[in-house]
């Protein structure tokens, strides 16, 4: 199989300007002389020879015999000539991107296990601009992706990661299946450096810095340097003062600004071009008057269309979420006709009331377990089948549903006319519930209050623990609910207001179990 190799490419003068050093077996092109180094892992770009065919290299550094060879030292597999003189010019940079552009939270933790190789790497192949980490140091300063003070959360060890050594920290296991999904296998913790070598350039990363301490600080910017990325990364902290060092070596930064307490005068006189605001404390007003003084704005985290389309009108510069794919709205990047729990992972868009995918959970079985919000009726977005494709067409919406409580039932909303938590003001479409006693019932909900019945019927009961597969049938003139696993028992109504539109699936209350195992549109 022909692969695409992405080399690094740029005029002599753009790479000794730069003068990155290129990972292990890494090679880069002079566009202007056609000469091509490989990296040693540890030489900077000036220092390096020019590889020549034949060319055995310094002891111990991966030469280069020809292009087959280049090859299997980029890919460990086959490329042609044409695959290796590919398209990738040089580091990209933050000057580059196009406004408003989108961010992935953590490197997108709603949809892979954050911080990790397979989230970089997936996150990287959905083309997302901006990839999001968090840098905590071990004792001696090496700085580590980990986005909490401690490890107890994503990895096997306990403690604080600055108590750690860099050793320690990078045998530790990061064991996703116990906090994500169990569909992801153990992984190890990063360092920066791991970040920087294997996606810095491709990518513009978003760093915060979580440590403070100056040594922390130093070895960023060291990093940076060393990697020629000072122009290709925007680093951020809720500290003015870590931000310093960054500044001095000419990297753009964000001071993350919930409250607003800090102006954007003395942002800017800091050398401080980018503010950071929460979607769920910094008002709309603030963030138009930060902009308005010159402020670039990203707004975190934003996981929902409609608040998408909100902050794009205010003119905020930077979106980032736990799932941009999902947020910048583009079908095409994420919807699929059935859910993915089966394969014991988050699918794109699976939020709950609380704006967050991690209140619920998959099991083993491969079963999405909704947890209760406090809420009367705890909902969820099945924002990876949404909006329906074929709005205005005949569709079909297949959900099998496991009443676990004795006394319960679980509903599929649709036709919903938002990705907002189904039933708050506003809101619109059709609730299908199931009881435990067996009863099938039909509501249109409008202006997110309350539900007018259009249809009732009566199948059999279902034992906790037991399941049910309903199918709603939609066209344009009505619509048809059956309970297929048992009758089957059908329902009708011809009611046409809403069509279309979002998914959700829904839950009596907060104490009663419901699990889905499947949605399909068809």
Known sequence: ?????????????????????????????ETDSGKMKLGDGSTAWNARPYASKGDKGEPGSPGMADDASVAQQVTSGTATKAALNATYVRP?????????????????ANIAPEQTLEGFTLTAALDIPILDMDVWGSVEGVPFCVHDQTL????????????????????????????????????????????????????????EVKDTRAVVGANMVALLQKYGLTKSVIINSYSLAALAPFVAAGVECMFNND??????????????????????????????DAISKGMKVCVYTVERHNQRAKYVGLGVHMIMGDDPAYVQGDPAKYRRKSTSFASQIWGHGIIDGRGSRTNNS???????????????????????????????GTYSITATVKLVSAS????????????????????????????????????KVTDGSGGNALATGSTA???AGGTATLKVDVSPTGLTVTRTDAGPTSIVSSDTAYRGGYIHVSKQNAA???????LTVS
Request: some cysteine.
């Open 1 to 29: 199989m022909v692969q695409r190799i992405q080399l690094r490419r740029g005029t002599a003068a753009e790479w000794a300007a730069a003068n990155p050093v290129l990972g292990l077996g890494e090679p880069g092109v």
């Open 92 to 108: 990209v940079k933050v000057s580059d991107l196009t406004l408003p552009v989108y961010a992935a939270h953590r490197v997108g």
């Open 152 to 207: 107890d959360r994503t990895t096997t060890l306990t403690g604080n990661v600055s108590d750690r050594s860099a050793a320690e920290l990078q045998l530790a296991t990061v064991d996703p299946s116990t906090w994500h999904a169990p569909g992801w296998p153990n992984t190890k913790l990063l360092t920066m450096e791991d970040v920087l070598r294997r996606f810095g350039g491709r990518s513009v990363l978003s760093i």
């Open 259 to 288: 409250t607003y307490a800090t102006t954007p005068a003395t942002l800017l006189a800091a050398g401080v071009t980018w503010m950071g605001a929460s979607a769920y404390v910094t008002t709309d007003a603030q963030i138009a």
């Open 362 to 392: 998959i099991n083993s079985s491969g079963e999405m377990v909704l947890a209760g919000t406090g809420s009367l009726e705890p909902s969820v977005l099945i924002g990876e089948l949404s909006p329906v494709a074929n709005p205005s």
């Open 408 to 443: 319960t039932w679980a509903a599929v909303c649709f036709a919903v006319g938002s990705d907002v938590p189904f039933k708050q003001a506003g809101t619109t479409g059709y609730m299908v519930l199931i009881r435990n006693t067996g009863s099938l019932e039909l509501f």
């Open 461 to 463: 009961a279902i034992a």
């Open 512 to 518: 009663s179990e419901v699990r889905f195992l499947s």
